[in-house]
């Protein structure tokens, strides 16, 4: 079965604690992208990657850092800057062609407490 | 500023009517349009899609309608079944630049359809 992978599905950490959050797709897909989710709010984008070994700045990605040494895994470390770190994040993937349409994971829930 | 903008935070309807969602950009530029789905604690799926190419896209009980004088897009599900209840994002796309796949979300509208 194809898909994406985020795990775990739940995580707590203690504040000012490094995090990360593992992302593994078997779609051959060449974009990654994280993006976060809070309550009442549209997902916003960390950072993506369209190829390995290079990734970009999306529009929040002050605190988080990310990897892309493998096609297959794009994993997000929520560093101990990032003010606000508990939300709902989601990792995508997508593949260069006609259509944009990211095909998305179930998601991390990551309380910091 | 938000680039994407669903000004109804939630939308109620009785099984078997229309349900119809909007959704507003500003820019001009973007050239995809997608509309997900999503249910709590999980990923959104994909639902349907338009390009800025046309002005209608049909699948099944679900029709996308854009807008581009307007820079406005809907998603109109008919009938409309319980099973619809979740909430509705929609996403747009400069596909035609070097970002493809890059999405810009709106805030998301909570559909729910009564039995």
């Known amino acids: 079965d194809g898909g994406i992978t985020q795990s775990p599905k739940y995580l707590f950490r203690k504040e000012g604690q490094n995090v990360t959050l593992s992302c593994e797709q078997n779609?051959?897909?060449?974009?990654m992208y994280w993006y976060r989710q809070d309550p009442g709010q549209g997902l916003r984008l960390i950072y993506y990657s369209q190829i390995v070994n290079d990734f970009q700045k999306g529009d929040i990605a002050e605190g988080y850092s990310v990897s892309r040494e493998k096609k297959e895994s794009f994993p997000l470390t929520v560093t101990s800057a990032q003010k606000n770190p508990t939300a709902f994040y989601l990792c995508?993937?997508?593949?260069?062609?006609?259509?944009?349409?990211?095909?998305f994971g179930q998601g991390t829930r990551l309380t910091v407490v | 500023d938000q680039q994407v903008k669903q000004n109804s935070p939630s939308l109620s309807v009785q099984e078997g009517r229309i349900s119809i969602l909007n959704c507003d950009y500003t820019?001009?530029?973007?050239?995809?349009f997608l509309w997900y789905k999503k249910y709590p604690a999980e990923g959104p799926t994909f639902l349907i899609s338009i390009s800025s190419i046309k002005d209608k896209n049909e699948d099944g009980r679900f029709t996308v309608f854009l807008n581009k004088s307007a820079k406005h897009l809907s998603l109109h599900i008919v009938p409309s079944q319980p099973g619809d209840s979740a909430v509705y994002f929609c996403?747009?796309?400069?596909?035609?630049?070097?970002?493809?796949?890059?999405?810009?979300f709106g805030q998301g509208t909570i559909l729910t359809v009564h039995p």
């Open positions: 820019n001009s530029m973007f050239d995809y």
């Open positions: 996403a747009v796309s400069n596909a035609g630049g070097t970002s493809y796949g890059k999405l810009t």
């Open positions: 995508a993937s997508s593949i260069k062609g006609a259509s944009p349409e990211a095909f």
């Open positions: 779609l051959n897909h060449d974009a």
